[in-house]
């Protein structure tokens, strides 16, 4: 019976991104012919494989340090997102914090996108912009500066 397989898989290949205890499971025919494959008729691939991409993902896959430290920060990410679903109070706990969320924010801004790094933080554009844009001033009782 001939075998199906996942598009995902032969662009991997085509990349050089692929296992090498995969491609030994493969047979020698599909991935030659998966080799000689024209992928610019596949809608989309020019957004998900650019050079720059291929090449911080070849460099996570050849240094186990770095892809222990990727496996190991995604842990933390998926324990601190389940933790966080179930706090009560979290809209208080975030406005108590917002001058780290918004370093934060900032920093991560090139590396992620803003939508991304405020969904991480479950606040929306809106509201980082609005802290962004609130003046602590210390002449003002209530510490903030209004626009008159």
């Given at each position: 019976m001939k075998q199906s397989y996942h598009t995902d898989l032969s662009i991997q290949f085509q990349l050089g991104l692929l296992d090498g205890e995969v491609c030994r499971s493969i047979p020698k025919n599909t991935l030659y012919s998966w080799k000689k494959r024209d992928f610019t008729k596949f809608v989309g691939t020019e957004f998900l494989y650019s050079d720059e991409?291929?090449?911080?993902?070849?460099?996570?896959?050849?240094?186990?340090?770095?892809?222990?430290?990727?496996?190991?920060?995604?842990?933390?990410?998926?324990?601190?997102q389940s933790i966080m679903s179930d706090v009560r109070g979290l809209k208080t706990l975030l406005r108590k914090n917002k001058q780290v969320i918004?370093?934060?924010?900032?920093?991560?801004?090139?590396?992620?996108?803003?939508?991304?790094a405020c969904k991480l933080f479950k606040i929306s554009i809106n509201q980082y912009y609005a802290w962004k844009r609130n003046v602590h001033c210390s002449l003002s009782p209530l510490n903030d500066c209004f626009k008159l």
């Open positions: 991409k291929i090449e911080l993902v070849k460099a996570f896959l050849s240094s186990q340090t770095l892809l222990k430290a990727a496996k190991g920060l995604y842990f933390i990410y998926s324990t601190w918004l370093e934060t924010v900032s920093y991560v801004m090139p590396l992620l996108g803003l939508k991304h």
